[in-house]
């Protein structure tokens, strides 16, 4: 029984840290200045390193939101 509670609080804890790190990366991301330099300025590879943090970012919290839920 006590191995099974230890199960339930790390994933916990790693969903948590999951989410924090995904919030972070969205942060970071907004003071990075994501928008491009310019609207026409939309070629994929630019556009694509620019909004790798938000894509990253969403990603993590999800799978900690969904790691916190299966605990």
Same mark, same amino acid.
């Given at each position: 029984?006590?191995?099974?509670?230890?199960?339930?609080?790390?994933?916990?804890? =790693?969903?948590?840290?999951?989410?924090?790190?995904?919030?972070?990366?969205?942060?970071?991301a907004?003071?990075?200045?994501?928008?491009?330099?310019?609207?026409?300025?939309?070629?994929?590879?630019?556009?694509?390193?620019?909004l790798?943090? =938000?894509?990253?970012?969403?990603?993590?919290?999800?799978?900690?939101?969904?790691?916190?839920?299966?605990?």
């Amino acid at each position: 029984m006590g191995r099974r509670f230890l199960t339930r609080s790390r994933k916990r804890r =790693i969903g948590a840290a999951f989410t924090l790190l995904g919030i972070s990366l969205w942060f970071g991301a907004v003071l990075l200045h994501v928008t491009p330099l310019a609207d026409r300025d939309v070629s994929f590879p630019h556009f694509e390193a620019r909004l790798l943090g =938000i894509v990253t970012g969403g990603a993590s919290v999800t799978s900690g939101i969904v790691l916190f839920a299966a605990a």
